[in-house]
């Protein structure tokens, strides 16, 4: 007997949630499925990085000062040619650029979103074939016409109509959400479908997995040092000692935490009070998924969501994963670390 079962593709679940929002006219379904398409073509690409001469250094560096690869650049020149083309995006902030690109032709004008991206997080990972991953936030324009504005792009994440990201692994994965809920969707390369592989995702209640650049150990606030230190002790009740498992790109480390269960912690150090993950195209977007996943996101202090960008590219402590968890770092903040509270 064959055995028969419903597939749902991205495009098919989009639309069926359009019609969850009355007055949606469709252009965040275009805009959507916009972002898979590139995704689609980034992959093609990475994958085929083993084969081409693609990998090492593209001969410049990024505004962040670090040498970009060639993916790098492909990947970043794909999504906003797509997100232009598109017609529903009007302004684009990029990890590879340091101004807001502002779609300033008649057709995108009329775009009602702004979308900050980090198009190929975790490349310095792609010599190593390790996991890497695009990650997207969507904002509708605060302004009323003509090409979008940097103001269009500062809005805290509380403000974000969808964000998502794409992992390119041992499978290729989009998982977003729009508000209600996080779906997880599965490339089948041999047709270039996204399929949904993993509805309605949650942070599994049993969690055990605590992941951070060890390597930083002496530069950590004490709160964090104390934290570790609890990861490791011996409470089997409360799944202790933790697995400590850390890839060192971001969306794969994220995504591994949110199937099986873990937090992920990039503190502020002494070196970098900060931390290094990007508050506008890193934090932002996995914050908004860790707690539409039955999870939270916080700086240590503060809820993520509610953090106001100053500036496009700034960075700010992060940890993230099942809410236990995290208010479990939180404590250790207050109690051992206060100083470290941002304004
Ligand atoms: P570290 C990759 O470069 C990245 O931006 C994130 O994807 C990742 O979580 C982090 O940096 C890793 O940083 O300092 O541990 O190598």
Redesign the pocket.
Known sequence: MVTRYKITTLTEFIIQRQSEYPHAKGALTRLLNDIATAAKIVNREINAAGLVDILGAAGQDNIQGEAQKKLDVFANEMFITALKGGGECCAIASEENEKVISFKNEFSELGKYVIAIDPL????NIDANVSIGTIFSIYRRKSEHGGGTQEDLLQPGINLVAAGYIIYGSSTMLVYTTGKGVNGFTLDPSVGIFCLSHPDMKFPEKANIYSI?EG?YIYFPDGVKKYIKHCQENDPESYRPYTSRYI????S?FHRNLIKGGVFL?PGTAKNPNG??RLLY?CNPIAYIAEQAGGKASDGFRRILEIQPETLHQRSPFFTGPRWMVEKVEEYMREFSPEERKS
């Not at 997080?121 to 310095?124: F, K, N, Q, T, V």
């Not at 060192?248 to 969306?251: A, D, H, K, P």
Request: hydrophobic share 20%.
């Open positions: 997080d975790g490349s310095s650049n930083n060192g790109s971001l969306v480390d990039y290094k993950l890193e």
